[in-house]
């Protein structure tokens, strides 16, 4: 326990972390205009490594304090730091103990007597003793005892603002009615008219099918025709000066990622952004301890501030994003993924193009693709995936102006509206998808821009299937939450918007759970009309085959199967045809004949998809983690 | 903008309407198109016998232009395809003027040709498939065009899916494809990134870096593959449909009945003069001649200042491509339905070619004006020289009023069929589907369609009311089944018991007496 004996910036920094005069300079001036404390900057700002820090206070022989978090409690004096919380966290002290005479805080920088002063002044009362701590374990005190209130409106903000749009409830009870009598319907008629009841659920069936697959065909074709087009030229980039470029903010939402987070550094640092302007959030879930030591134990300087999220289910993406919110101060935004690798001069050109389009645009979509498509069969037909999603498909949804589904990163707000909007859902597990439609369905809109971001690939088919089998289960809570008072969302969106709704949402998942059903039933049908059965497996020329043709087609006679078989062979030929197309826009022509397998990708799709639904039913809100740092391979400007 | 597209709307209404009219006048003057008739007759069979739409579909040539043109067939009492060129290439044209008007004053000068180029307006009130060979070969070149210009795999993309619908037409124009081949290969040249300068000094470059030749190569193969893929997959789409449903039979087949002139080519051929022949010989070089009149306007494209290397090089394709598909075969491939495809490369040279800059003396720059003025002249005499019926025929009676003894031989056995009432025909469909289309709903036939036919010409007094036989003077005679099996059954002594109903100096209209 250490009674506030002095110490100084030259022995702590210059002496033991081995800062220049000149950088503790530079820090102080920033510090200035940031209004950070001086060791936020030195570990924030790429100057100093929290292993340096730790090595420079075991130097001067410091005991570092440990925290019990689940004893912490909150002092008697607690508005204040709930009111004062940023000024708290900005200064990285803790007042562990207080009455109305003693005083005493844990704190990170024993040197920095003017942020000592500057909480002394808002308690109201001078500091008895303090103890020191790793900036890391006192921000997470901090947050964990006096981020609740942040964390509620994290969790049910858009639940309180607005009930209908929050996936916490799966089914509405008008839902399930609805759904119930549809089923029971369908079963009596099937009960009375069981061939018309069963060639009409086949021609539906086979008709959503190809509806869905035609419009994104349709989207495809409409979007490569801006293939070649720039948003914005070198010209409109080049007349962007770094003095009337905003504060950014990027929120980058990380669990158990140990594995990448050193990527992540280096792939920030590239970023054609002035350092000074950024204010980037490393969201850490409080009981991720691996992330957390992995960051405590960092040898090389950061440039991002950590904000530990206090513990609370559900455990998701969204909602860490939320909390992060609340901690943001950039006048624009954006989330990316641990692993991501940005165009260094995305941030500039999303700032150029806000500037340029009208203030309705409150989220510009970048594109996302893969930075080890060559890595397996799998990483290959992903990336098909995406290039056709991203360069092709969003484009087409943009010039038709109907609402986008946001992808999970590199979607950039300005950040007001982010707010308006209530953030995301923290219930809903492809939150950027539902927080798109929203923006739409309260008039803002939403644009692509033709810069990209590169991804890790998922390389490992389990690691697919689960990540897949989200991103399905969170399109159908989109598709429930949206489609509770369809009508009300007709009035909302528009035509155009209801219609792209049905089927780039709702067709998505649906196409998926068919696909198998359809496959399975046709693939009987001209299996038996091969005959093969009889041989292979009566080994004569008995007419089994034919007896089990002749029962199948009074269900379904010759004319629906040639539509299913035209239906289905359109639809998977036009599926990998827009795989086709997407290797053009990044010249990746190798990955063309791959295309051809695109058939078998489905079927991994709908194995999700059923994952998806089981899942919707059992544990809606069970946030499926995708591991990240299984690849072997490396972008080439990110070593 | 709401402005424009009202006149946009209004001016395809209009140039439509006008279309139509024509069509109306020309075949009140005694123009007919056998090839009308061959539709209206399959739409025919489709409605009033149990015969599956697919398996119509398999026997119409061109399948595609039956389908588009049904709707039409129930709209108005004009025959259905008459109707749907008006409207195609009311929209063509339509389309053409508006950019015509916004377009520079070369562009302004070919609105001339537009409205009086005689290949355009007989493709509009001709009844025939030659409107959508016009509109398919006009925007299959402009894609061409367009892509030479873009590179863009948009327009690659709407290539492959009207080739696609080609094949759906008729399967050999997938050969098209071979003339996109090497316009692709060559526009890649100009696609490499950082290297600049003429063609000769990219195609070095290229060659030269390892690097450069793989892409080059890889993007020239991914395009070609992407172009051809719809067509090849929609064939292979048709095959699996034809082999689950009817084994090794229906893919490989063609019926007697599944085109206009199926019996023979030489039936559409003008027979009148000695010029047919002098076209149609193995030596004669006469044939050119047709082809140069025709493909006057692409021709000419080639002498405009302001056309791309590329454009330039896209013609000289096309004419090779044409003048190797007549040398196969005059007999089928001299007519405007393979020549239009120089009409539309020089309408597509024309609006969408990229444009470079003038390289003419300004004393030579009227030359471009006159191109619109020479091609309808030269058009104007194919007409008046073409060897097809079809076509002679419509420079006829777009001149004179004239009557014909086809057309008169059909009007008056129509008129006795439906004197005598109702019944059962017995015909040669693959002739008189020109008759049969007419007839009122009480009568009914059996045609090469029909399983009863083999049966019928062996015993036609069980299965029909009446025959229809061509005579000795018909230009088909020797084809017609039920003529022939008549005169086997008179030689085998098994008479049929007939009276003549009708008869001139082309066909005989008989009654069976029972």
Redesign the interface.
């Known amino acids: 326990m250490i009674a506030r004996k002095e110490y100084f910036r030259k022995s702590l920094f210059q002496e033991g972390a081995h800062l220049q005069q000149s950088e503790i300079e530079q820090i102080e001036k920033l510090g200035k205009s940031l209004n950070k404390s001086f060791l936020q900057i030195a570990l924030n700002y790429g100057y100093m490594s929290r292993r340096a820090w730790r090595k420079a206070l075991e130097k001067e022989k410091i005991p570092l304090y440990n925290f019990e978090y689940e004893k912490l409690v909150q002092i008697p004096k607690k508005e204040i730091i709930k009111t004062n919380l940023h000024a708290f966290l900005e200064s990285l002290i803790f007042p562990i103990n207080q009455t109305d005479d003693y005083l005493e805080v844990i704190l990170s920088d024993p040197s920095d007597s003017i942020n000592i002063n500057s909480i002394e002044e808002l308690l109201g009362q001078k500091v008895d003793k303090f103890q020191v701590a790793e900036d890391l374990d006192v921000l997470k005190a901090l947050h964990v005892t006096y981020g609740l209130d942040h964390l509620d409106k994290a969790v049910f903000g858009i639940y309180d603002q607005d009930r209908d749009s929050c996936a916490i409830e799966t089914f509405t009870r008008s839902q399930i009615v609805f759904i119930g009598g549809v089923l029971i319907l369908t079963l009596l008629l099937f009960f009375f008219f069981p061939i018309g009841v069963a060639i009409g659920l086949n021609l539906l069936l086979n008709a959503v099918l190809f509806f869905s697959i035609g419009f994104k065909f349709l989207l495809t074709l409409y979007g490569s025709k801006m293939e070649t087009g720039r948003k914005i030229n070198k010209s409109e980039l080049d007349a962007v000066t770094n003095e009337e470029l905003p504060f950014y903010t990027i929120l980058l939402p990380v669990f158990k990622e140990s594995e990448v987070i050193h990527k992540l550094v280096w792939n920030l640092k590239n970023l054609d952004y002035p350092l000074e302007k950024l204010d980037i959030k490393l969201l850490i879930e409080s009981d991720d301890t691996m992330t957390y030591n992995a960051i405590k134990d960092m040898n090389f300087p950061c440039i991002f501030e950590p904000v530990i999220i206090p513990y609370a289910q559900p455990q998701t993406k969204p909602k860490a994003c939320n909390y992060g919110l609340y901690f943001s101060k950039g006048k624009y935004l954006t989330i990316y993924d641990a692993e991501d690798i940005p165009d260094n001069n995305q941030l500039k050109l999303v700032y150029a193009l806000f500037k340029k389009i009208p203030e309705e645009y409150v989220v510009i979509q970048c594109a996302l693709n893969y930075f080890n498509k060559k890595e397996n069969l799998l990483t290959r037909l992903f990336t098909l995936e995406y290039s056709y999603w991203f360069d092709y498909m969003l484009p087409g949804l943009d010039n038709l102006d109907v609402p986008i589904p946001l992808g999970g990163t590199s979607n950039h707000f300005r950040f007001d509206k982010l707010m308006e909007l209530g953030g995301w859902d923290g219930f809903n597990v492809t939150e950027d998808a539902d927080l798109g439609l929203r923006a739409y369905a309260k008039s803002y809109k939403v644009t692509v821009l033709d810069s990209t971001t590169y991804e890790e690939a998922n390389n490992d088919f389990f690691n697919w299937i689960r990540q897949r089998s989200r991103w399905i289960k969170g399109y159908m809570q989109t598709y429930l939450v949206h489609m509770r008072a369809p009508i009300k969302l007709y009035n909302k969106i528009g035509l155009k918007g209801f219609l792209g709704f049905q089927f780039f949402i709702g067709g998505t998942f649906f196409t998926f759970l068919v696909y198998p059903i359809l496959l399975s039933f046709l693939f009987t049908v001209v299996f038996l009309k091969t005959e093969l059965i009889d041989y292979l497996i009566f080994w004569n020329d008995l007419t089994v085959s034919q007896d089990l043709l002749n029962g199948i087609k009074i269900f379904f006679p010759d004319w629906l199967l040639i539509i299913s078989i035209f239906n289905f062979s359109i639809g998977n030929l036009m599926m990998i045809y827009v795989n086709m197309i997407a290797v053009f826009r990044r010249k990746s022509y190798s990955l063309i004949l791959f295309a051809l397998l695109n058939p078998l990708y489905w079927l991994m799709h709908s194995i999700s998809a059923y994952k998806g639904l089981i899942q919707l039913i059992t544990k809606p809100f069970y946030w499926e983690k995708t591991n990240h740092g299984l690849t072997k391979s490396v972008k080439n400007s990110s070593v | 903008m709401k402005k424009d597209k009202l006149s946009y709307i209004l001016g395809f209404l209009l140039i439509s309407s006008a279309y139509l009219l024509l069509s109306y006048w020309i075949q009140l003057r005694g123009f007919y198109n056998l090839e009308s008739y061959f539709f209206e007759y399959k739409t025919q069979v489709i409605t009033r016998f149990d015969s599956e739409f697919?398996r119509t579909f398999y026997f119409t040539q061109p399948g595609f232009l039956f389908i588009i043109s049904l709707p039409f067939t129930y709209l108005w009492k004009i025959q259905g395809i008459y109707i749907l060129n008006a409207f195609l290439i009311g929209g063509l044209t339509n389309h053409l003027f508006f950019k015509s008007i916004k377009g520079n004053p070369i562009h302004k000068s070919f609105l001339v040709y537009l409205f009086f180029s005689p290949v355009i307006v007989y493709s509009a009130t001709s009844g025939g498939s030659l409107a959508i060979y016009l509109i398919f070969y006009f925007l299959y070149f402009s894609l061409i065009m367009k892509y030479a210009n873009?590179l863009?795999?948009?327009h690659?993309?709407?290539l492959?899916l009207l080739v696609g619908m080609h094949v759906l037409m008729n399967g050999p124009f997938v050969k098209l494809i071979l003339i996109a081949i090497p316009i692709f290969f060559f526009s890649g040249f100009y696609k490499a990134k950082g290297i600049s300068g003429n063609f000769f000094n990219r195609a070095s470059a290229i060659f030269r870096n390892a690097s450069q030749r793989r892409?080059f190569f890889?993007?020239f193969?991914?395009s070609v593959?992407?172009l051809t893929?719809?067509p090849c997959?929609?064939y292979l789409?048709f095959l699996?449909?034809n082999k689950?449903?009817a084994g090794d039979y229906h893919f490989s087949e063609r019926s007697l009945g599944d085109s206009w002139q199926s019996y023979s080519s030489l039936l559409h051929l003008t027979s009148e003069t000695p010029y047919i022949w002098e076209v149609l010989s193995g030596s004669s070089i006469f044939y050119l001649i047709s082809i140069i009149l025709i493909g006057s306007v692409a021709v000419l494209q080639l002498f405009k200042y302001d056309n791309s290397v590329s454009t330039r090089i896209a013609i000289g394709i096309i004419l090779l491509f044409v003048l190797s598909e007549v040398l196969t075969s005059k007999i089928t491939n001299l007519n405007l339905t393979l020549l239009s495809m120089l009409t539309g490369t020089g309408l597509a040279s024309l609006y969408f070619s990229e444009s470079t800059k003038s390289s003419l003396k300004s004393s030579a720059k009227f030359i471009p004006f006159l191109i619109p003025f020479l091609a309808i002249f030269f058009e104007y005499n194919y007409f008046e020289n073409s060897i097809v019926k079809a076509e002679r025929l419509y420079f006829d009676v777009s001149h004179n009023a004239a009557k014909n003894r086809i057309a008169e031989s059909l009007n008056q056995s129509i008129a006795v069929f439906n004197h005598n009432g109702g019944g059962h025909v017995l015909a040669d469909d693959a002739i008189f589907y020109p008759e049969l289309s007419q007839l009122s709903s009480e009568f009914t036939w059996n045609g090469h369609f029909s399983p009863q036919f083999i049966s019928a010409l062996q015993q036609p007094e069980l299965y029909a009311d009446y025959l229809i036989v061509t005579k000795e003077a018909h230009p088909l005679h020797l084809y017609d089944f039920v003529a022939t099996a008549l005169k086997r059954l008179e030689s085998f002594n098994a008479k049929v018991d007939y009276q003549v109903l009708y008869e001139d100096e082309l066909i005989q209209i008989l009654s069976i007496k029972k």
Request: no cysteine; proline share 0%.
């Open positions: 697919l873009s863009s795999v948009f690659l993309t709407l492959s892409k890889s993007e193969f991914a593959l992407i893929f719809i997959v929609g789409i699996i449909i689950v449903f």
